[in-house]
Structures are given as structure tokens and as C-alpha cells.
């Protein structure tokens, strides 16, 4: 027998009224069951809804004859509006249905027929169906009742009874099933969706005849598997759009119709992941064990088990408590979704591809990397990013040797490189002597980008691996042609260059890389612009969830004025509103004619972009906000390292690495393996100017 019951999973599922880590409400997943009563007592059904207007109850008009040669007023198709995806809900010519058609035996009929190949079945079929425990003769009779009521509905051209033969005429009945189908045929996940409310005719029962609910059984578990699959890959469609919360709806139907599923659970898992919260994941794949022990000796699945270790092995953020959570990714939808159609046919393809992301300073090139690398991670696949600074345009192989004393050292498969080119790099870095000693101790003539080349191609070939260069546009001559070569003798890897660079200062080199691209170098150029209205709305939305939408609105076109629709300069306001900004004690013009942000000077900015820089400033912690102000005094044009930054701020150890990690979080800094710069430099002119006194700017350069 179907269980009834729902299982819960999630750590905040012991009590209904509490939310998950997800911020959605788990509702039960039947309501309460009615009495069902047999058509003969008048009685309503049990799990049918009639939405609509309440009306006045009265009897059915007995329709009169109508007076020869009076024209007929044919009644408009589909009659009956039928929705089974989930509790029942009947319409009628748009209006409430009868109650007499709402009795159980006569909405199972039309239930039947409706999903019936052809829209027919014969009588003795029907009557085997709903009235078993009646002798033939009564039973015939409440047939001929139900089908009298539903030709009263539908009109006697759309329901004929003939011989022994009953069927529905075409599209006399709009079942939403149909129009699910026909959805699904063109993988429209995002209008298919919203069609689920439960299960197949939610709560409805015929508790004595076996055969209805076994058909009825048979199509729940159809439905199921057709509904699970629909949410899935909305949520799935969402999360990469980047659309964190848009995914959240989806994925609490789909548990609440299976919560046994792994394909749910992942997703879950996926979006808690990304929205950087590993804990809550892990805490949910726990207790999915936990449930699974005791339902079924399966064992787990190891895509399931594969991306939980995937997520153990995630970085760790040391945060204050009090931290508010990341801006989630907007209005990159499409930019998004191209880098990772790259990846994926990178990674199934076993080949090279290219991402170039070319955008303005503050357009949130950096952002987007970052949301790359987070989805390659749970993908099974590698990264590896370095950040190029204006200083690195003086360096000979700047970007080659971040590489080699970056995160490269611990990717998968790097072992497998030959010798020589593992020589090469031990020669230059220490890491990789201790990682690699008998390659340290043997001469090599290799050149550090052949060896870095080397290693790329033995570390594609055990998983793919996504290598982000980050600000391009500062590179070094050198590290462009080793780009170069790269990109040409690794063609048959599974590697996928991300490379940002701006518009405004430009590099010719990398002009021409993003001309080759689709023609000679497969891979995709995406040139995310300034937020449009719509982008403003929803980040006003999520930065002030209780204003309502005419504040959201006024709150948009002011940020919109004031910012540009500029992303970085975006959200420093909204986030600054939040804390308590007036925003109407503010005024000023920005931007000036044919002028970037980089091109612009903290005096030039509007005052409330200034006053938002302040206010989110004195929201870091007393650690943080040292920092800081240790970065923006050492910063000038190039990395600061860590440890500089801590001499600085008088800061070491854990407090460091927590102090570091807020900034990181809240975007006033970017790190790579040799340092951190921040995000943008005029935000560090205005840190230096107004949050810096002489004192402390005298004490940060002595320490």
C-alpha cells in the first residue's frame, strides 16, 4: 500500500512551522481528508478544490425547450477546466462546478475519461471501475446518472453514450496534464513548473474499489516522476542563471513530492553550496543518511557521496557572525549560462575552449569569475585563478609565475607531469620542491612556460580544469605569449580559459585572442553591462525585503541616478540604505560624459555613493576595518601580501585570516596566491582619503 505519510530530511523538518536552511516553509503534503460520500446522498468529494468567487447556492435550472427555428448558441470548448497536478479543482464555463458533478463517483468518471486513450471506455469497464460492490442492474443505473450529469455539463455533443461505448469529444475537458505535456515537448521548465501543486488529484480516493485506485496509483507514479523532473530542471535551470532564489520554490515542491530523492537532495546541496553555506549541505546530506537507513537498503548514490566530498573540500570562510550575507549574482543570466555551456562541453568534449568576460571597471567582471569557479567545484572539476595588477605589465612571465605559486600545486593529476617540466617549477618555488623533491634534485632545461604547459595538459587529463586570469589587461607581454602558446598546444585538454580584462585601459593582445575566438579558438566573448531597471528592483528587493513595491521602485530609480546602474557602486548603496543611509539627504551627478569608473576620481562621485563607502565601512569588524585601512595605505598599484597587511593592522594569525576573509566576503578586496588588491581602485582612494588619518597612514608604512 502507498505510504500516506512524508518523510523529513532536513535538519529544521522536526517541527512544520520552522524554516529551512533554504528560508522556505515545508507545508504538510495532504489536506485534511473529508468524508467522501456516494453520489446517491448528495454529498460533496473529498481533496476536490473550487476556486473562484463564492456564489449563491441553488438548484440547477431546469433548461428549457428551446422554440423551433431559434438559433442555437453554441457553448465555447473546453466546457470543464479540470486541474489534477495536485488537489483537484473544477471549473465549469468558468464558473464553480455543480455539486452534484463534484460527487465522488461522477468526478472519478470524468477523472477517467479524461486521461483515457481516446477519451472513451466501455460501460462494463466503467461500472468495474466505480461500482463494484453493486449488482449489475443498480450499477447500470448509477452509470446512466453520472453520465446524465456530466451531459448536463458539457452539452450532448460532448459526451456520447452509444451502444456500449462512452467517450469524452476532443478537448470537450482542459486537463492540465495536457497542457503539461505539451510544455515539457518544448522544454519549457519555467512554464511547466508552476502547473505542480502536488501529486496526481491530491487526497482524492474511491477507498472501496481496488481497481480505480490502483489506475489511480499507477498514474500518481507517473506524474511523479513527470513532475519531479519538471522541478528539478527548473531548479536546476535557476541555479544556473545564478538565480539562488528563484530555485528555492521549485526545489521545496519537489521534496515535498519525494523527499527520498537524491536528484532533490543534490540540488539542495547545490544551492546551499553556492550560496556559500557548505555547513547547511552537510548537515543535510547527514540526515539524509540518517532517513535512508531506516527506509531502505539501497545504499547512497556516488554522484550523491561525490558531491558531498566535493564540499568538504570547499573553502572555509572565517567570519564574523554578525556578517551579512553575500549579494547574490543579477542580471547575468545569459552571460552566465554561456561560460558554462563552455565548460560542460569542455569537460564531456575533451577539448579547449575560451571565456572571455570584457566589461568596464565595477561591472562585476570578478563576480562572475567567481560564480564559475563555485559551479565548476561541485562539477567534479578543478581551478585555478590569478588576479594581474598594473605593476605586473613590468614583470617578466608575471602571470606564469603567480600560477606556479598559486593554488596549481594541489590540483589532481599535476604528479603525472613529466620530470623535466617538474623540475622546472620545483627550481622555482620551494612548494614545489617539498612537493616534488627527486624532480628538484635534477637539472632541467625546460622553460617555466613549456613546464607550466606541461603540467596543465597531465592535470586536464584526470579531471577538467578551469584556469581564470583575472584583469588580463595588466599582463605582461610574456605571459601573453605563453597565453598564446597555451591555448594553442593544449587543444585536445579539457581546459577552460577564463580571462576578464576592461574596455578602458584596453590590451591589444587580448583584443586579438577575442577576435580569434569562434573562428580559430572555440570559446565565447560575454560583455555584461550596467544593471537595467529590473536588476535595480531585484537588488533593491533583496537589500530591503520589507519595503513595499512602491519603495522598492523609488528606492531603484535613486540608486539608478546616483550609481549608473554601475553593479559595485549599486550594491555599496543599497547595502549602505539597509544600515540606516538616507539617501535623500544625499545629492549629485555621476557620471561624467564619457567617463568609467576607473577613470574617476573620489571627488567626483556623487555624495551618496561616498556616504555608502562610509557606512559600509563602519560596519566591518574593529579587525576588518584595520585591515583595510592597511591595504588601501600599501596598496598603490600593486598585491599587498597578507603578511604585509597584518604588520600594518598589527594582526596575525587567526585574527588575520578572519579579518581578510570579511573583506573578501563583502568585496573590498580580491586575492590570488600572492596577495590582495582591491576590487576597485577608486573605493581604495576613498578608504585612503576619508578612513586613513596621518597618524595611522605613518604607523601602517613604519611597521
Not at 507517473?222 to 523532473?229: E, Q, Y
Not at 567570519?319 to 562541453?345: C, D, K, M, S, Y
Not at 620530470?419 to 620542491?433: P, R
Request: contains cysteine; glycine residues 8%; aromatic residues 4%.
Amino acid at each position: 500500500m502507498a505510504r500516506t505519510h512524508r518523510h523529513r530530511w532536513s535538519a529544521d523538518r522536526l517541527s512544520p512551522s520552522r524554516r529551512s536552511r533554504l528560508g522556505i516553509r515545508h507545508r504538510r503534503a495532504l489536506a485534511p481528508r473529508g468524508i467522501a460520500r456516494d453520489e446517491q446522498s448528495g454529498g460533496g468529494v473529498q481533496g476536490v478544490s473550487r476556486r473562484g468567487p463564492p456564489v449563491e447556492r441553488r438548484r440547477a435550472a431546469v433548461p428549457r425547450p428551446r422554440r423551433h427555428g431559434a438559433a442555437a448558441h453554441p457553448r465555447a470548448v473546453p466546457v470543464i477546466t479540470l486541474r489534477a497536478l495536485g488537489p483537484l479543482e473544477v471549473r465549469v464555463d468558468g464558473a464553480n462546478a455543480p455539486d452534484d458533478l463534484l460527487w465522488t463517483r461522477n468526478l472519478a468518471l470524468l477523472l477517467y475519461l479524461a486521461r483515457a486513450p481516446a477519451h472513451r471506455c466501455t460501460r462494463d469497464h466503467a461500472i468495474g471501475l466505480l461500482w463494484p460492490e453493486k449488482d449489475q442492474e443498480k450499477a447500470r443505473g448509477s452509470l446512466r446518472e453520472a453520465l446524465r450529469v456530466l451531459r448536463r455539463c458539457l452539452g450532448e455533443a460532448h459526451l456520447r453514450a452509444e451502444a456500449d461505448q462512452v467517450q469524452l469529444a476532443a478537448g470537450a475537458v482542459e486537463l492540465d496534464t495536457d497542457r503539461f505535456d505539451q510544455l515539457i515537448a518544448h522544454q519549457d521548465w519555467a512554464g511547466a513548473a508552476p502547473l505542480v501543486t502536488g501529486p496526481f488529484a491530491e487526497g482524492f480516493a474511491l477507498p472501496d474499489s481496488s481497481a480505480f485506485e490502483d489506475w489511480l496509483l499507477a498514474e500518481r507514479s507517473h506524474w511523479r516522476g513527470r513532475s519531479m523532473d519538471v522541478l528539478l530542471r527548473h531548479a536546476e535551470q535557476r541555479l544556473d542563471a545564478g538565480d539562488l532564489l528563484g530555485a528555492d520554490d521549485p526545489l521545496r515542491r519537489a521534496l515535498d513530492l519525494d523527499p527520498l530523492s537524491e536528484r532533490a537532495l543534490r540540488a539542495i546541496m547545490r544551492r546551499l553550496a553556492l550560496a556559500e553555506d557548505h555547513s547547511a549541505a552537510l548537515k543535510l546530506y547527514e540526515a539524509f543518511l540518517a532517513l535512508i537507513a531506516h527506509e531502505r537498503s539501497a545504499p547512497i548514490e556516488p554522484e550523491t557521496q561525490q558531491l558531498a566530498e566535493r564540499i568538504r573540500r570547499g573553502r572555509r570562510w572565517k567570519l564574523p557572525r554578525a556578517v551579512a550575507p553575500r549579494v547574490p549574482l543579477i542580471g547575468r543570466e545569459r552571460e552566465l549560462a554561456a561560460i558554462l555551456t563552455q565548460w560542460r562541453e569542455v569537460r564531456s568534449g575533451g577539448r579547449l575552449g575560451v571565456a572571455v568576460i570584457e566589461a568596464d571597471p565595477g561591472i562585476g567582471k570578478t563576480r562572475l569569475a567567481e560564480e564559475v569557479i563555485a559551479r565548476v567545484a561541485l562539477e567534479a572539476g578543478a581551478s585555478v585563478a590569478t588576479r594581474a595588477v598594473p605593476a605586473d605589465r613590468h614583470q617578466h612571465l608575471s602571470s606564469i609565475i603567480a600560477l606556479v605559486h598559486g593554488g596549481l600545486v594541489d590540483v589532481p593529476g599535476v604528479a603525472a607531469a613529466p620530470v623535466a617540466a617538474l623540475g622546472a617549477l620545483a627550481h622555482e618555488s620551494s612548494e614545489w620542491a617539498e612537493r616534488f623533491p627527486a624532480a628538484a634534485g635534477s637539472p632541467s632545461a625546460q622553460s617555466l612556460s613549456a613546464a607550466v604547459t606541461e603540467v596543465l595538459r597531465s592535470a586536464s587529463a584526470e579531471q577538467p580544469l578551469l584556469l581564470v586570469v583575472d584583469d588580463a589587461h595588466w599582463l605582461d607581454n610574456a605571459s601573453l605569449d605563453a597565453l598564446e602558446i597555451m591555448i594553442r598546444d593544449l587543444a585536445r585538454s579539457r581546459l577552460l580559459f577564463v580571462v576578464t580584462t576592461t574596455r578602458e585601459p584596453g590590451n591589444p593582445r587580448i583584443a586579438e585572442l577575442m577576435a580569434r575566438i569562434g573562428r580559430e579558438v572555440p570559446g565565447v566573448v560575454v560583455t555584461p553591462g550596467a544593471f537595467d531597471e529590473e536588476d535595480l528592483r531585484v537588488l533593491a528587493r533583496w537589500s530591503m525585503p520589507r519595503y513595499t513595491a512602491d519603495q522598492v521602485n523609488r528606492l531603484a530609480r535613486r540608486v539608478a541616478a546616483d550609481s549608473a546602474g554601475i553593479p559595485l557602486l549599486a550594491v555599496e548603496i543599497c547595502r549602505a540604505v539597509a544600515q540606516g543611509m538616507d539617501v535623500d539627504s544625499t545629492s549629485g551627478a555621476w557620471p561624467r560624459p564619457l567617463e568609467t569608473l576607473g577613470q574617476t576620481m573620489p571627488g567626483d562621485l556623487p555624495e551618496s555613493i561616498v556616504a555608502a563607502i562610509r557606512v559600509q565601512f563602519n560596519c566591518l569588524s574593529i579587525q576588518g576595518a584595520a585591515a583595510l585601512r592597511a591595504a588601501a595605505v600599501l596598496g598603490g598599484d600593486g598585491r599587498v601580501a597578507a603578511a604585509r597587511i597584518g604588520r600594518g593592522a598589527r594582526l596575525d594569525g587567526p585574527a588575520l585570516d578572519a579579518a581578510l576573509d570579511e573583506l573578501e566576503w563583502r568585496s573590498w578586496l580580491a586575492a590570488d596566491a600572492q596577495g590582495y588588491t582591491f576590487v576597485a581602485r577608486v573605493v581604495r582612494e576613498v578608504v585612503d582619503r576619508d578612513m586613513v588619518t596621518e597618524g595611522e597612514r605613518q604607523r601602517i608604512k613604519e611597521a
